[in-house]
């Protein structure tokens, strides 16, 4: 079945140190990839999308079919990036989110 | 452009009643798709529709069902409420449906209590 897991609930860096937040999937045909974010009283909105390979608020994801994993990364943190931030495989069909990861910039 | 507009915010249901929740999608968009939000998850899909046809159906059970009108606005409905179907319910709007979309855009989502 088609899957998107990230294996950390809570991501916390220090201000200016490089984030990494993982995700990986499941499914045996081209996928479509997403991560979305969700700010502190805000409603979830698109981050970006692997297809257009555009870096968005100096973030990038790289898809890595060989490894199945989309991870989104960004060289410097700024405190204004904690947010909740999910990673979302569209297959045409259905669209499934992953769990979701808490990521804390800390001053 | 108001983006997609979900109504009601909040609203506090009784086991067993009956709920209809409301989306308008962004001018433009024809592709609309439910969600449901526990606290502490990641939204599950709960239908997809295009061009007032459902097409693609999460895991949930057939209490559940949805419809879009001619102008792409959708309701969502819940039969025979249960109080594991306290959440937010999130409704997304995109312009096309599938492959090769550009993401969806969200709406704040309609806050369900059942008690």
């Known amino acids: 079945a088609q899957r998107v897991t990230q294996p950390e609930k809570l991501l916390s860096v220090f201000k200016g140190a490089p984030v990494e937040l993982k995700c990986n999937y499941s499914y045996s045909g081209s996928p479509e990839l997403f991560w979305y974010v969700q700010y502190s009283r805000q409603r979830l909105q698109l981050l970006l999308r692997h297809i257009s390979r555009e870096s968005i608020k100096g973030f990038t994801a790289d898809l890595n079919k060989g490894e199945t994993s989309f991870h989104l990364k960004k060289p410097f943190a700024q405190e204004e990036d904690s947010a909740m931030y999910y990673c979302a495989l569209d297959y045409g069909q259905n669209f499934v989110f992953g769990p979701g990861t808490r990521l804390s910039v800390l001053p | 452009d108001a983006g997609v507009t979900q109504s009601p915010t909040h609203l506090i249901k009784t086991r067993g009643q009956q709920v209809t929740l409301r989306c308008s999608p962004i001018?433009?968009?024809?592709?609309v798709s439910w969600y449901q939000q526990v606290l502490g998850q990641g939204p599950q899909f709960i239908f997809q529709y295009y061009e007032k046809e459902e097409r693609g159906r999460g895991n949930f059970p057939d209490r559940f069902s949805a419809r879009q009108f001619p102008n792409y606005s959708s309701e969502l409905n819940v039969n025979a409420l249960l109080l594991g179907d306290s959440a937010l319910y999130l409704c997304?709007?995109?312009?096309?449906?599938?492959?090769?979309?550009?993401?969806?855009?969200f709406g704040s989502g309609t806050r369900l209590t059942v008690v």
């Open positions: 001018s433009g968009h024809k592709s």
């Open positions: 997304a709007s995109s312009l096309a449906r599938g492959r090769g979309n550009y993401g969806y855009t």
